[in-house]
């Protein structure tokens, strides 16, 4: 039994010269140990990019330690029960789990790549090696295709369940939560040529464009921009960010080299700022 649907429509006003878009309803689950392995390993491997062979961080393990919490976190179906999740959001105690060999890699991976910022870095070495309070690893990936307005409800569910747990005397008090995401980097040519492409250029417009509720992100003085809008409201609400290259990627890149220039970001919320986020992230994205 899905935990709720969602809705994504079409506009039947537009011309038929406009693309046209299909109803897809999102239903929501518990993570499923015996459908979901092969579809949460693959989002893990996309969200960890090369860097998750570089550094060990045993997927299977991680995927296993996912499932085997399954009244915590949600997946996003489109086809029942039975198909592979398009989206996943979950909280895993990092110290609770801190023998574990994904969690203990991903710590020494936080560690090591806060090394640039030496405040983030004494910060985790602190949160890392005392027992009082513990951190929660947020984990949140989903296919590219997948709209923004799915994560407040994600988010939303995320939140009751670390509370119903609490209430069972589960360890899902948090005094902070890190966050794992992926960014991707932008030249001043890319820029100027994808703003020129962009809806509001000088170029011909449709209605659809005019239409869209989304926020159009500013430049970014540095050129790095994330995969998931979402994001932009998680560094603000962040006490400490880091951007990385992924170690496989540390190559200087050609200038005519085809994709993305993919990156990685840890960002650092406190757990009390983390119901504004997400009635931020609520305001901003959910459907009008």
Known sequence: ??????SAGDDSDDSASEVSLIDVDFDFFD??????????KRLLAQLLQKDADAYN?????????????????TTI????????PYALLTVLNMHLHHQHPSIKAIANYALEKSSADPTFHSTLQALFS???????????????????????????MLTREMQWAIDDNEPYTFSHYIFISRTYHLTPEDESMLLNS????KGPTSKKSKKTTQPVPEAAPDGIYPYHPEDEYIKMASIHSVDYHFKADTEPREKDSFGLDTRGRIMLVPAERLPELIAKISEVYTPS
């Open 31 to 40: 993570p499923n140990p015996n459908v979901d392995y092969q579809a949460i």
């Open 198 to 201: 962009a809806p509001g250029s």
């Open 77 to 84: 179906k489109t086809d029942g029960i039975e198909s592979d």
């Open 57 to 73: 961080f045993n997927l299977h393990e991680l995927t296993e330690l996912i499932l085997g919490q399954p009244t915590v976190g």
């Open 1 to 6: 039994m899905s935990k709720r649907k969602q």
């Open 130 to 156: 005392q027992n009082q309070s513990h951190v929660g690893l947020v984990i949140s990936e989903r296919l590219i295709n997948m709209p923004v307005q799915v994560v407040p409800p994600m988010y939303s």
